[in-house]
């Protein structure tokens, strides 16, 4: 399974993007999908995670009422709509296909991994 991301980019606070992450495969097989980040010198951490229906998310506290994920398993895509970013939302956002039909938190949780996309956001 390969996944393709993108949509990242350099924003100033306050923007909006949009990312998507296309599988070469159809991920309504019961897998969840997720997107985590890592910045310079963090360690990855998890973003948000969507059931393989679609009817289960999960975010991360620092991004609740910010981020949405959504998916579309016609176009085998999943996405992170990101409102009111902040400069401490940069970092490589990268997207994942889980082990089971809903993800967590953790990345050992997921078993592909697509190759991350750089989101800036200047203050």
């Known amino acids: 399974v390969q996944l393709q991301a993108s949509g990242g980019g350099l924003v100033q606070a306050g923007a909006s993007l949009r990312l998507s992450c296309t599988t070469s495969r159809r991920t309504g097989s019961n897998n969840g999908m997720g997107w985590f980040r890592q910045a310079p010198g963090k360690e990855r951490e998890f973003v948000a995670t969507?059931?393989?229906?679609?009817?289960?998310?999960h975010y991360a506290d620092s991004v609740k009422g910010r981020f949405a994920i959504s998916r579309d398993n016609v176009k085998n895509t999943v996405y992170l709509q990101m409102n009111s970013l902040k400069p401490e939302d940069t970092a490589v956002y990268y997207c994942a296909v889980a082990r089971r039909a809903v993800g967590g938190s953790t990345a050992d949780e997921y078993a592909y991994w697509g190759q991350g996309t750089q989101v800036t956001v200047s203050s």
């Open positions: 969507v059931s393989w229906r679609g009817d289960i998310k």
